[in-house]
Each structure stands twice: as C-alpha cells, then as structure tokens.
C-alpha cells in the first residue's frame, strides 16, 4: 500500500532524490565507492558542496548580491545559539510565534539585551502579530517565518534599516519572497531539502565582524566561510541528498514552480477543513500556514473512528504536536497532491459515516 507521509520532519523527499541517493550509497558516479565513504576532501565532494552551495544562492535570487552559502551541523537549533553569539552586540528584537520563537530568544538572551518586538502567546499562538514597530537601535531582528507546530506562516516582513534574521528550516524553497531583505536566513535541511543533519546558512558577510567578543572557530561563521563549508567534516549524504533535491527543485522550474503547486495543496485541505463540519482548524485563517495545517475534531468521540480510517488508507504522521492537539498534515514541497486528496477524502468519508 502507497504510504502518505504528512510527518513534521524528518519528511517526506522526491521519489527520484530516494532513488539517485539510495543508488550513490552503493556507487558513487561510477567510482567503485559510496558517496558516505569518500573522502570529503576528494574533488567529488568538493563539487557536490560547491554546487549545493550555488543552487541554494541561485534559487533564492540571492547570486551576486554579497551573500555567502553554508551546510553546517547542528540543526537549526545550534543557530539559535551561533546568530546571537556572531551579530548581537547590545540589543535584539525578536517576533514570538511559538516554541521555536522562544528556544532562540532563551539562547540570545546569554549574549545581551533581548526584547520581544511582538508575541502571540496570549493566544497559544495561533496568529501572527501585525501593527507592531520596529526600533531602530536593534542590531536585528529575528523572525521564524513557519511555525510547524502551531500552523502559522508569516505572509508580509517589514521594510526596515534593521538586519532581519530569520529562521526559515520548514518552509525555505517554498514561496516566492524577496530574500534579499534578510541578511541572514537558517534553515534545518529535515523539511523541504534533505535528511536531518545538515543546516543551510545564507548570510550576508557585510553583517559580519562587528562585535567584540571573541567567537570560538566552530560558532564563527567567518571561519566557515573562510573554509568553503569544511571547516571540519560535514554532512556528506546530508550535504549531497540536499543538493540533489535542490537541483530537482530547479528542474522543476525553481520556487515560482513549486509555490503554484504548495498553495494549491494548501486551498485543498484548507477547504474541506472550513467546509467539513467535524473539523476546525486551529489558526487564524489569515495566517494559515501553506506547510502545515493544523485543524482538530469537533467531536473528540470520532477520534479512533478517524484515526483507524487514516491508518487504513496509508495516511501517516497526521497526529498534532501535544501542545496543540487534534491533527497536523505537513505538506512540504514534495508532498503530492495525489497524498493530499487522499487525506481529503478520508475526512470527506468520516463525515458521510458520522
């Protein structure tokens, strides 16, 4: 039975990004080897980061525009710690969205003064804060544009003087935006570019370099720069099924391609959501996120009714994050429309039976 895999991450991946990876494993190119024993010192590798690297500049239309492209390790998580420790001096403003928002203000909140610009705690965030002012005196201002937990997405980023960071791990290479705003943007490879254990970081280096403390080598992204991505030895599979998803993204015909399809699969679900009477979703509708959709049952008594339909039909990795509740499908860029009417109609047939 063909799964359908709406997991949060790690996630789904193009069947073709499986099948070239899953071939390198036992042959790399023809060499006689794996792609996980080479050396990453070998031109192979150096190609593949060379190329990962590129692609990630070309499809966000950030070539030529001072930026610089890392795969570093960590997860998203080690940049909460390492975007604080390199760009804050005195003073940063964060946006909260939701848990990620709060992990990466905790770990800022060791190198200097932090304050929340906007939060939507108040409300188990699930909206986005608008009408807020930025200060001018921050040294930046961090946002997570997708909120995998709680469902959100940001729609609209301030034109601003201030450095905009952002956290962007589950939903990069998703829409269309003008990424030349932001002078710095992280993202976990585990949602629409690769397996877990590689992060992708763009940074503008003009950012770089302006405070005084002193930054260990392996946090320091001038050191990581300086050494093309190998500072020490990194994610080579991770590195290598991530560039190989990049250039199918490309192939594709790059985000303006794969946006059309995302808000297409999003309308869907969110569709029979609004319009299925034992379903609710959870956020705003407004800030409904494109990635993942959060909706719970109105009536909790059809919960093992429904979850054994889902179950029956291959759906899996719906159930919702526990401070949430109710059902979670994640829909990142290699989701197919064909898993997301599946789901559809699994909630289409539990109203008929209800």
């Known amino acids: 039975m063909k799964k359908h895999n709406f997991s949060a991450g790690p996630c789904i991946l193009p069947q073709e990004v499986f099948k070239e990876a899953s071939d390198a494993i036992l042959n790399y190119n023809n060499s006689g080897l794996s792609i996980i024993e080479i050396s990453h010192r070998s031109k192979d590798f150096v190609d593949i980061m060379e190329e990962a690297r590129t692609l990630a500049l070309e499809l966000l239309g950030l070539e030529g525009k001072g930026y610089k492209a890392l795969f570093?390790?960590?997860?998203?998580?080690?940049?909460?710690?390492?975007?604080?420790?390199?760009?804050?001096?005195?003073?940063?403003?964060?946006?909260?969205?939701?848990?990620?928002?709060?992990?990466?203000?905790?770990?800022?909140?060791?190198?200097?003064?932090?304050?929340?610009?906007?939060?939507?705690?108040?409300?188990?965030?699930?909206?986005?804060?608008?009408?807020?002012?930025?200060?001018?005196?921050?040294?930046?201002?961090?946002?997570?544009?997708?909120?995998?937990?709680?469902?959100?997405?940001?729609?609209?980023?301030?034109?601003?003087?201030?450095?905009?960071?952002?956290?962007?791990?589950?939903?990069?290479?998703?829409?269309?935006?003008?990424?030349?705003?932001?002078?710095?943007?992280?993202?976990?490879?585990?949602?629409?570019?690769?397996?877990?254990?590689?992060?992708?970081?763009?940074?503008?280096?003009d950012l770089l370099g302006k405070v005084q403390r002193q930054v260990p080598s392996m946090l320091d992204y001038q050191v990581h720069i300086g050494k093309g991505s190998m500072f020490n030895t990194p994610p080579v599979f991770a590195v290598y099924t991530s560039m190989l998803t990049l250039r199918w993204l490309k192939k594709l015909g790059g985000i303006e391609a794969i946006e059309e399809v995302n808000e297409k699969k999003a309308k869907l679900i969110y569709s029979e959501i609004d319009l299925n009477p034992l379903f609710k979703g959870f956020a705003a509708k407004e800030d409904r996120s494109n990635m993942n959709a959060t909706f719970t049952l109105v009536n909790e008594d059809l919960k093992e009714t429904f979850d054994a339909m889902c179950v029956e039909a291959g759906i899996n990795g719906v159930n919702g994050h526990r401070s949430v509740g109710g059902y979670r499908a994640s829909m990142y860029n290699a989701m197919t429309m064909e898993s997301v009417a599946a789901l559809v109609d699994v909630m289409g047939d539990l109203e008929r039976k209800a």
């Open 72 to 205: 570093l390790q960590g997860g998203a998580s080690t940049q909460f710690l390492m975007a604080a420790y390199n760009l804050l001096q005195s003073k940063a403003g964060y946006v909260n969205t939701g848990s990620w928002s709060e992990k990466a203000i905790k770990e800022a909140k060791l190198f200097g003064e932090v304050i929340e610009i906007a939060s939507s705690k108040d409300a188990n965030f699930n909206y986005i804060p608008k009408g807020y002012e930025v200060p001018a005196d921050l040294d930046y201002l961090h946002y997570t544009s997708n909120n995998t937990i709680f469902g959100t997405q940001i729609k609209d980023f301030p034109t601003t003087n201030v450095p905009l960071v952002c956290d962007m791990s589950s939903d990069i290479f998703s829409r269309q935006l003008d990424f030349s705003k932001f002078s710095l943007i992280y993202a976990g490879a585990q949602k629409n570019m690769g397996p877990a254990g590689t992060t992708l970081v763009l940074i503008k280096e």
